[in-house]
């Protein structure tokens, strides 16, 4: 049985009235356990609300969401309890952290779940040390934490639910090159440790192609492509059609090829394409 | 010589007051010494919290320096009585541009700083299409500000800024918050200003892909200058700025890569197109194409 | 969601009500408000309509959303005319049943009460569904200017709204968003009794001040940049100048309301 599931999805904002806008326009896809997966599409493009139906925050105008074979709005629990199954991380999280210590907003999560108190200090103290934040600063407020541990906290407040489902909406939008790093090694970090199911929203390839498995591109409100990224880097054309960016390395491929090297260009990382030119440089005799 | 000084940090230090008996803050800014001149396309980069912004607000007398003095066009930041002149010569765009439109439809945003000069109200028209169009906005400018994409607020507070006719702008984090489409809208917009309308560009980044792009780049760390000089000069210090937290262009790892390996190429490449230059240049001039 | 309500909305257009002078349309909507409760029979009031009737038409904007604008209300109206029904016991009897006694008087207040608090709504309603916000604060500031004689800053005021105006879109936004991401994470809203859902409201309204605050700050030092310094020596980039359309809606005005006057004389008083 898959894990998540939409079926023909459709979602219509402002319905009936003049700013009528189709966010979602039947999106049927298929997510398996343990799966990573990138979502990226231009602004607008309903990568957002997509996600937000996957842990029940919005409801579908037409179609069905499942969570392991369930229909996620079947009645008000089984929509509450998805989403704590279905950790959806926004973007921009530490603009959402409310409490008085760091230690009591990633405890929000559990503590709605009703937990037990030493359940929730087992589950805080978990999601603290996978985010890199350290005992001594979960006392502190976290409007004191420096830009970046804010976003670290904020997102342990999601992971500290123990989802079986881990959504982030552009995790690392805003930060700068370092911060970008760590927090893309936290993620790997807690997808190796926990096994769960990752997905996350990006405005850009570059960013996710070296981490994700599975890419889903949006355009206009339809799943455009869903396909392993070599198989999306393999139709890489069409991504400036629809607004997104190529990375840096496979630009260059790209402009290789038009200059008449045949070389491939469904190549994003530098150690593929490192590979790629000393094999055309040895092929033509230069090396 | 010094006649085209336009910017001038002397031994600029800043600290943020804190109440008192409480502890002291750090310095935010440390012994800065910067000299910008008119017509310069400037990069400052450097991690969060390494006195960035700090600068920015530095440079139009929005906060006036602990120790040092800021020098802008030979007026003394310090000089409150110069400081409405000294914002009319230097500008500052912020890094959310949610936060620094103040009206609620766009041509009346623009109008928001000539309205503030007291401008007559001809010119006031005059100021607000030019610098509408400047910024490509042109068409949106009856449109509600909050409709609009984060790339297209941002040039509307950009807009809202030549209007002023600065010699001089600040961008501060211009594109941070905005996706790839509006980054490059912002970028374009601000190398149009600097090579089109001769005006002087400052602009604090993380991102490497638009350091590279600028006449100067200067670093900082630890609320200091780092270094400073040509894209080239300092990013042929790659492992120094990986070192704080900053990077260099993919194209300079593939390039370093395709060295270590013996390839014949140089490893200060920043662009793309120079690389590809320089690759197909390998092949000499008969291989091109079969 | 709360992103469908149009009430205080502007809708752009280039009707002959949209580029009235908004001093203009504040006095006129504020004396029409007035006119309306000295309407003392069908045919004064049906006057007042029509002149609504005829301002909505010209103003192109759909009656569907007239009609949506009319909804949040319904309910008051509902309730005030119920009350009036029951308690009103003047006129002649229509009905009579257990303790409940139907009157003319009580249904003519009913339908008096309903037709004024309707015509209140939309009239306010047309003032901002025509003006742009900015009109509206810059009409605001000049006809009330006046009022610097006894200390009152009105360009402070008028700013204020101004910025309000500008920021309640964005905030509306910004408290969707963090409502969702507190759902996200469990957070119940919906069920409860009030001091349990007021007390789920702190995970929306601290970081909504928090973020309200980082905003004020960032804004005040962008004002700044721009040179702003108050309302001293600024200048305009709108000029308000009364055209043609302004005194014929004057004099279309004055002479609806006089006909009240006279309607009122000649037409028995219903109520």
Redesign the interface.
Known sequence: MSLIKTENLSYVYSQGSPFQVTALDNISITIEKGEFIGIIGHTGSGKSTLVQHLNGILKPTSGKVFFEGTDIFKDRQTTKNVRFKVGLCFQYPEYQLFENTVYDDIAFGPKNMGLSKDEIDEYVLEAASFVGIKKELLKKSPFELSGGEKRRAAIAGVIAMKPEVLILDEPTAGLDPKGRKRIERMIADYRQATESTVIIVSHSMEDIARTVGKVLVMNHGKAEMFAGVDEVFSKIERLPEIGLDVPSITRIMLRLRSLGYDVRTDIYTVEQAKDELLFLLKERGVL | MNNDLLVQFKNVSFRYENEEGEEQNPLAVKNVNLDIRQGECIAILGHNGSGKSTLAKLSNSILIPTEGSVIVDSMDTSDEEKSYEIRKTVGVVFQNPDNQIVSSIVEEDVAFGPENLGLPREEIRKRVDDSLKAVGMYEHRLAEPHKLSGGQKQRVAIAGIIAMLPKCIFFDEPTAMLDPQGRKEVMKTIFKLNREYNITVVYITHFMEEAVLADRVVVMDNAGILMQGTPKEVFSHGERLVEIGLDVPQVMYLSKALKQNGVNIDTDILYEDEFTDKFTALFGEKNVTD | ?I??ITIGQ?F?GNSVIHRLDPRLKIVLIFAYIVAIFFCKNFQSIGLMLLLLFVTVLLSRI?LK?IGKSLKPILIIILITSLLQIIYNKNGEVLLEYWKIKITTGGVYTAVFTTIRIAALVLASSMLTYTT???MLTDAIERLFSPLKIFNINVHSIAMMM??A??FI??LI??VD??M?????????FESGNLAKRGKAL??IF??LF??SF??AY??A?????????GGE???????MKMALRDYLAFLITTASIAGIFVLNHFFAAVI
């Open positions: 969601m992103k469908d502007y752009p759909s959303l742009s916000p900015t101004t910025i105006l500008r879109p964005t936004e910004e968003k963090i969702s991401a507190q759902k996200s994470r469990g957070a119940d702190i995970p601290i970081p928090i973020n980082r905003r960032e804004l030092f962008a004002m700044e940049c721009r040179c702003y310094r020596g600024r200048t305009r980039l709108r000029q």
